[in-house]
């Protein structure tokens, strides 16, 4: 179709960011515009799709090159290698299947155009192959971790457009039988009217049934951080010390989001300190720490892209005990951002964490100052004991004399 004849190549143009980096990336954009046009409307000049094809190929192989380039060593390099190589062979055959198809075009030989079309059908197979290929060692070697979210809207949006179809056919058909029994064939042309407006009302509840089950099946793990975490920081809150919560916090926000690296810092009277951390050592936190100007927004979350330790920092705001701390996130494995689904479960889950830190704390203040009291009594007790010993002694002496 058309729609794939031009996002297919322009996905290549713009990979892996999504942007046209380097600006005259965006040459591209009326080579892919000219050639695609002339395939459909203007089918007496196929050179022209041809050379504007053949351009556009060349332009992409040479951005992708150079962004490759440009990345640094390390996993992302790995993941986008793989991508790109298949996005660049996806191209190439494309080449090849253009210089066939010119061939074929300048050809009279019966035998030799049954041999080029064979050969043209092999070499668009092969590009399919190899664009899918790249991407699926991508995707499963190094794991594209925006892969989950786009793969559920993918999935919400398809199977949705398909039920309303389906709604709609059937509604009309069932309206356009039942009333040409009772009404006659004047209802027919009221059926299609009717059948839509029952079809854009159950849009709404159809979204909703169709996102939940995306989720459940493609996001299971920032479900289960959505749905688990506050639960059980209800449950440890009253029977923990803060330190230890805040390392089963960050253990739970690894699984679901797969941060690289993450740290719990708590504000207290004595200033902030570290609470924990995961994957990073607290010396380097606190060195982090030092550069670091904490933001004055405590709904919404801290986000510079281009720090490569801590991108992204999530504000502890309790009720009644103001900012408690911060949770502090490295990029996933690849280098990547956070999406906006795993943005707002990070959001959502700040309430109960910053809550459970606060009540954590005061009872551990509680139980600190309880066991110094009890201490101090105990040495006061054993004190006056040890008096009263004292006095016997004295009291029996004098006696004796």
Sequence with gaps: SMAASFAIPLAALTFPSGRFEPRWSLWGLPLLVVGISS???????????????????????????????????????????????????????????????????????????????IAFSIVEALAVLALVGGLLVSLLRYRLYDADAAISRSAVYAALTLSLI???????????????????????????????????????????????????????????????????????????????????????????????????IGVGAE?????ASLDVAAEEVRSW?????????????????????????????????????????????DGSFYGKDEREALLEIADCVARGISVARRRAERETAHSRATELLTRRVSALESMVKRLRGSGATAAAT
């Design 166 to 264: 389906a709604i709609f056919a059937a509604t009309e058909k069932f309206i356009e039988i039942m009333g040409e029994q009772y009404f006659g064939s004047a209802i027919g042309s009221a059926s299609g009217v009717i059948a839509a407006g029952f079809a854009a009302v159950m849009i709404a509840p159809l979204h909703a049934r169709m996102s939940n089950w995306a989720e459940r099946r493609f996001q299971r793990n920032l479900i289960r951080l959505r749905r688990d975490l506050p639960l059980l920081v209800g449950d440890l809150r009253e029977t923990v010390s803060p330190e230890r919560l805040a390392d089963i916090v960050l253990e739970k926000i690894a699984g679901g989001v797969r941060s690289s690296r993450s740290a719990l």
């Design 39 to 117: 395939r459909y409307w203007a089918r007496g000049l196929p050179a022209v799709e041809q050379i504007s094809l053949v351009v556009f190929a060349l332009l992409t192989i040479a951005v992708i090159a150079k962004r490759y380039s440009l990345l640094p060593q390390g996993v992302q390099r790995q993941q986008v290698k793989w991508a790109a190589l298949g996005f660049v062979l996806f191209l190439l055959l494309l080449l090849v299947s253009l210089a066939l198809q010119l061939a074929d075009q300048r050809t009279t030989d019966n035998g030799l155009h049954f041999f080029l079309l």
């Design 289 to 333: 720490m030092a550069d670091w100007s904490p933001s004055s927004r405590h709904d919404a979350l801290d986000c510079a892209r281009d720090d490569m330790l801590f991108p992204i920092r999530i504000p502890l705001h309790a009720e009644g005990a103001g900012t408690v701390g911060w949770i502090l996130l490295g990029p996933r494995p």
């Design 271 to 275: 200033g902030p300190a570290v609470l």
